[in-house]
């Protein structure tokens, strides 16, 4: 099983919600990966999680909060987000975040839009 | 400082036509090289990579790539295009271990009938 599986594929809020976005992947990679993706941009990177254990933050506000359940499983919860926050959310993961060819494998992505 | 360099916004091909697709980069070592296509609202797919070896590489859907040292070049190549490579395609380095992954800013490839 080469696949990231992503849910929801879209998802509306309005600014005052929480909700959760969730990655899956069966491939034992132990590096699991969130970016944000705007349209006609290339993927930006928010967090990198290796071995279950937070090791990137790219100064991502606080209002997207991640967490690695186990090494399989990756969750983005998302609480008093604003407009500009709507975009395309990837998921991707690889065999190790330190691993010498890091090959990324991507989700088909979360469309989140805020209202 | 690392980089990578899409010199095409976008481009636009008849089918059946030749394409390529061009990549630059700028990093002092050998570098990983992926290309990615993306299709309107979908996420990233892996079109082939470079780790090291023959310079030439080829991928999955026709496409190839060809590593140039001398010209820091990754360019992406297919003979003949099909409607369904409309897409956009980024080019990425990987440059090294426990580092991420940089991007171009993409190419938007579309194909005229």
Known sequence: DTEVTQTPKHLVMGMTNKKSLKCEQHMGHRAMYWYKQKAKKPPELMFVYSYEKLSINESVPSRFSPECPNSSLLNLHLHALQPEDSALYLCASSQAWTAIYNEQFFGPGTRLTVL | ?113
């Open chain 2, 1 to 113: 400082a690392q980089s990578v360099t899409q010199p095409d916004i976008h481009i636009t091909v008849s089918e059946g036509a030749s394409l390529e697709l061009r990549c630059n980069y700028s990093y002092g070592a050998t570098p990983y090289l992926f290309w990615y296509v993306q299709s309107p609202g979908q996420g990233l797919q892996l079109l082939l990579k470079y780790f090291s070896g023959d310079t030439l590489v080829q991928g999955i859907k026709g496409f190839e790539a060809e590593f140039k040292r001398s010209q820091s070049s990754f360019n992406l190549r297919k003979p003949s295009v099909h409607w369904s490579d409309a897409a956009e395609y980024f080019c990425a380095v990987g440059p090294q271990a426990g580092t991420a992954l940089i991007f171009g800013k993409g190419t938007t490839l579309s194909v005229s009938s």
